[in-house]
């Protein structure tokens, strides 16, 4: 069963829609005309199950659990490109990343791998440890034997920053 089949039998949430606008600031959804510029240039359009463009059009009529149940907020790839290329200034990254906030405040859906790179980055200011690569000879290096400087670890100010930025703070 599609996402468009659930939307015969479902209502819009027009209180979860006003309190996703709110987040976004200037770039407002109703300003969209379609054009699909956005989903044109989306690197990762080919893995989502519903499009930039639809995503504002869900949101504009007040699908937003639709949206959040579908999975589409964790597979953009946060590239700006769409915001970029749109003509009305929407936005629609910015769409994703309140909509995305709001699965976190739900706790609706939120996938394994995007909690753990979460951790991570919070642990380790990385999305990823330090990792050994190989050489074209074959040879496992690490940072200390070609020369890198080590990683420092991330301290309180950064764990604040990050958190104020991300808005629990």
Do not use: Y
């Not at 149940?69 to 990254?93: F, I, N, T, Y």
């Not at 910015?94 to 991570?120: C, H, Q, T, W, Y």
């Not at 690569?133 to 301290?155: A, I, N, W």
């Amino acid at each position: 069963m599609s996402i468009l089949d659930l939307m015969t039998t479902k209502k819009p949430d027009l209180k979860l829609r006003s309190n996703v606008l709110g987040k976004i600031g200037e770039h407002r959804p109703h300003s969209c005309f379609q054009c699909i510029r956005c989903t044109s240039g989306c690197p990762s359009m080919k893995m989502l199950e519903l499009k930039p463009h639809e995503v504002v059009s869900l949101t504009r009529l007040g699908f937003i659990n639709d949206i959040i149940d579908s999975g589409v907020l964790w597979a953009c790839a946060m590239c700006l490109k769409c915001k970029e290329r749109c003509p009305q200034e929407v936005a629609p990254v910015d769409l994703i990343l309140a909509l995305r906030n709001l699965a976190v405040e739900m706790e609706a859906g939120v996938p394994e791998s995007f909690l753990k790179s979460v951790s991570m980055i919070l642990e380790t200011g990385f999305v990823q440890k330090p990792q050994r690569t190989v050489t074209r000879s074959l040879e496992k290096v690490d940072r200390e034997k070609l020369g890198l400087p080590r990683f420092r670890e991330t301290g309180d100010r950064f764990k604040a920053v990050l958190m104020k930025a991300l808005g629990t703070f």
